[in-house]
């Protein structure tokens, strides 16, 4: 791979894409779906005459020129995109030539996903609901990795990544639902807005701890490797929880587990108000990649077809070759951290004008539809007016819903009912009885 | 972090000397004037007795077991009925540090007895993975000591995995495993008893058993259920512990706290290796003081099985807990403060805790340290006269 290749010229190291050890004799058992042999299980013969080291935690020849390797920090691994900042294709060859139905879709996705943020933020503002966190300008993330995965491979995400679900088809009223902490919440109202989770569509609930899902999605790849059933899992997260621990278990383990897992990292820019040069020192979240052994690449995140045919080979090595792979998506957080975050406070709005004005996914797209005739402007006048419709009566539905019965408070903990939390539950309700005046009980379901 | 030294831990009898060979050591030599042990150099024999359970007869044959061999007969056991089921952990693969893993991998494959990397939360994160996506996942912390690099997978995570999502997920399939508590000589990093943390985790079980029996039965009971479980053993017990363990799988219910033998006057509460030393106290108590004691074995410590508990103090109006763990805090202090609602009218004395200090587990004043059978009988001495 073009990436890859010049990853090993910039570190000058012999490196190898696929884990083999120079001094041992190293041999590939037929590919099967099934459990590669590593080199670690035969037994290494030391030789002292060899001019070679020997040594069993790494595999390279000697040197006697002291010289540190130089991070290559100034140009970086090179970032793989499809279309230029107008949409239009630069290398034929890499152009997914996907159908008109299929980027309509994309297109239509990406903008209904943005018109429930609008909606959803606005009622946040109004006092409707808690808290909203919006997806402006990584739609093209989103939509184009969730349309190269198989419905059935398993998502962890981190908590941007709503147009993953609603590619898969998730509903708005069921968007509305979570927010809303309504009596039709998948999730039974417990989290706080956009912690979403479909079982249906292969979607793990969402949390709010930062990279824990890491190692667990490591975790669920090799579980669902040992099913042999062509699954894959993808694992979804920003470039600053990629600096917490546990991404660098995840990598580390789905690597020496040999994991069908791709990692998507969606390099926005900041970390509510850390920008990246405070978060890494490093070339970037890609550049980790090879120090674990993994094959990596970084993306124009904004350039959907990039995503979507990085996203497409990933999975399908990853599940043929049973390894990770990581996808650095570079990007920009258009809207605020969150409802809570203001961020003219730590950027300019001229550096997100441009963004919004000049590098937006959604706009690329468009200007590809509009140059094969596919869109026009009559279809996208009648579109947005059809979408922020649709949008606004799912949100009447939601607005009007009642609450989760407050039993709920109670069930999940465990599996099964404990007779502790039974006493506490029926203290509760006593307590409730006596002191009905002062719960907010009508807004609830009984 | 937790890399620093693992101790390989030998018998309770290792000699002192180094045999000489290609690693180019001398042997030790004595003068003859030295008795090979001085004062200073003997260590102390253990602060309790193992007392084996009866065989049982209800699970069909039984083998002779230490407490690891009974782990081990569970994991096998789980292993040969759940081709989900996989365990893996730190040198889980050789046969792991306390040889609790001995000879699985050979068994029942690579894929399934694996080594991971050297990181405690990865393993938890990963286990958790496993268990969500369906399959049984074992996953093995070298001591328990080293569990904290873990804690936000296990408290923000797998204990809420399923109450967050609304039961559409959940990571009930998970088991954790890891030696626990005092061995002697394991000072501030290998004898931990650190189950009053997880304790205050809502989601969680805990589960802590005293004897090989107790443990198989315990574990496969904790594999089985659709809750992630933390499952302690103690290691001291490892090799000392001998019972005959029966061969087939058989499970012993959570949460139901075992009464081992009944009394009228004082209830002992504990669990673990502690029970050993309850045992010894209750039957100094007989002999001494003409005190009858029940002693109570809770092994599940969340949820923990309030009504046996309080039902023995309502009879007997008196209560002593001990467990090694410091006392600030320790899960003592909620068994405490429960029964003391529960039961207030019916206690004759103030309930005792007898623990360990509010210090870091000391390496060379151990035996200070430990709440041994001597600190138990005067807390007993002490509710009887009140």
């Not at chain 1, 069993?56 to 691994?77: K, M, R, T, W, Y």
């Not at chain 1, 793990?204 to 699954?231: C, F, M, W």
């Not at chain 1, 951290?337 to 690329?364: C, F, G, L, M």
Request: with cysteine; charged share 20%; proline share 5%.
């Amino acid at each position: 791979m073009a990436a890859v290749s010049s990853m090993s010229k910039m570190y000058g190291l012999c490196f190898r894409a696929v884990r083999q050890t120079a001094g041992l004799k190293a041999y590939r058992l037929l590919q099967r779906r099934g459990f590669r042999v590593t080199v670690l299980q035969l037994q290494q013969t030391f030789d002292s005459s060899l001019e070679k080291p020997q040594f069993p935690g790494a595999s390279a020849e000697f040197v006697d020129q002291l010289e540190f390797i130089q991070p290559n920090v100034i140009s970086g691994i090179p970032v793989y995109r499809v279309m230029d900042r107008q949409g239009n294709i630069i290398n034929p060859s890499q152009d997914p030539q996907l159908s008109k139905e299929t980027v309509l879709n994309f297109y239509q996705k990406m903008t209904m996903l943005n018109t429930m943020d609008r909606i959803l933020y606005e009622s946040q503002r109004q006092g409707r609901i808690s808290f909203y966190m919006t997806n402006y300008g990584e739609e093209g993330t989103h939509i184009g990795s969730a349309a190269a995965l198989d419905p059935n491979d398993l998502v962890f995400g981190q908590y941007r990544e709503a147009g993953v679900l609603m590619y898969r088809g998730f509903s708005l009223d069921h968007f509305m639902a979570q927010c809303y902490a309504n009596a039709d919440d998948l999730g039974k109202g417990r989290q706080m807005p956009v912690h979403y989770g479909s079982k249906d569509l292969n979607f793990v609930t969402i949390s709010s701890p930062l990279a824990t899902q890491i190692p667990q999605a490591a975790g669920a790849a090799y579980a669902v490797k040992r099913e042999n059933t062509n699954r894959a899992v993808i694992c979804y997260f920003g470039e600053g929880a990629a600096s917490e621990g546990d991404a660098h278990a995840g990598f580390n383990f789905s690597a020496t587990l040999e994991c069908p897992l791709i990692f998507f990292c969606r390099n926005n820019g900041y970390a509510i108000s850390t920008p990246t040069n405070e978060q890494y020192r490093g070339d970037g979240i890609a550049a980790r990649g090879p120090g674990y052994g993994m094959l990596s690449i970084r993306v124009d995140g904004n350039d959907v077809f990039a995503v979507y045919n990085a996203t497409k080979e990933a999975r399908r090595r990853a599940v043929a070759e049973n390894q990770p792979f990581l996808i650095e998506a570079m990007t920009y957080r258009i809207g605020h951290h969150s409802t809570s975050d203001d961020s003219s406070a730590y950027r300019s709005v001229d550096e997100v004008n441009y963004w919004d004005k000049q590098d937006h996914p959604i706009s690329r797209l468009r200007h590809y539809m509009t140059a094969r005739g596919w869109w026009s402007e009559d279809d996208e006048r009648s579109w947005r007016k059809q979408s922020r419709k649709t949008v606004m009566e799912a949100f009447e539905r939601a607005e009007r819903r009642l609450k989760p019965n407050p039993e709920l408070l109670f069930t999940d903990v465990y599996q099964e009912m404990i007779p502790s939390l039974n006493k506490q539950r029926e203290s509760l309700w006593r307590h409730v009885q006596q002191y009905k005046e002062n719960y907010p009980l009508d807004l609830y379901e009984k | 972090m937790a890399a620093a030294a693992r101790l390989f831990l030998r018998g309770a009898n290792s000699k002192l000397s180094i045999a000489p060979g290609s690693l180019g050591t001398t042997l030790l030599k004595l003068s003859p004037n030295c008795s090979s042990r001085t004062k200073t150099q003997r260590r102390h024999a253990a602060h309790f007795t193992f007392q084996p359970d009866p065989v049982p007869s209800q699970y069909g044959p039984t083998q002779k077991m230490n407490l690891f061999q009974s782990i081990t007969s569970a994991l096998d056991n789980t292993l040969a009925s759940d081709p989900t089921a996989v365990i893996f952990g730190e040198d889980v693969a050789f046969g792991g540090v306390f040889r609790c893993t001995v000879g699985l991998r050979d068994k029942y494959g690579k894929d399934r007895v694996f080594n991971t990397p050297l990181c405690e939360q990865g393993i938890v994160g990963f286990g958790i993975g496993v268990a969500v996506a369906g399959a049984t996942a074992i996953a093995e912390i070298q001591f328990a000591d080293y569990i904290f690099p873990a804690f936000d997978q296990i408290v923000n995570e797998a204990a809420k995995y399923r109450y967050r999502s609304g039961n559409m997920f959940d990571c009930g399939n998970l088991t954790i495993r890891a030696p626990w508590g005092c061995v002697g000589h394991g000072s501030l990093y290998h004898s931990q008893s650190p189950e009053a943390f997880f304790a205050h985790c809502p989601g969680l079980k805990v589960v802590i058993p005293r004897s090989p029996i107790q443990a198989k039965g315990l574990l496969l009971s904790c594999i089985a259920d659709k809750n992630p479980c933390i499952f302690f053993e103690p290691k001291i017990l490892y090799r000392a512990a001998v019972e005959q363990v029966p061969e087939d799988p058989y499970t012993i219910p959570l949460s139901q706290a075992e009464v081992l033998q009944e009394g009228s006057d004082v209830t002992l509460v504990a669990w673990g290796t502690q029970i050993h030393v309850l045992k010894e106290v209750a039957s100094m108590a007989q002999e001494k003081l003409g005190v009858s004691c029940e002693v109570i074995d809770l092994q599940t410590i969340l949820p923990w099985d309030i009504e046996t508990v309080c039902k023995s103090v309502v009879k007997t109006g008196r209560l002593l807990i001990s467990h090694e763990a410091p006392v600030t805090g320790g899960f003592a202090s909620e068994i405490s403060s429960t029964v003391q609602e529960e039961c207030f009218l019916n206690l004759e004395a103030p309930i005792s805790r007898v623990c360990g200090y509010d210090t870091p587990f000391p390496h060379i004043f151990e035996p200070f340290y430990i709440p041994d059978k001597w600190k138990c009988f005067e807390a007993i001495k002490k509710m009887i006269n009140y």
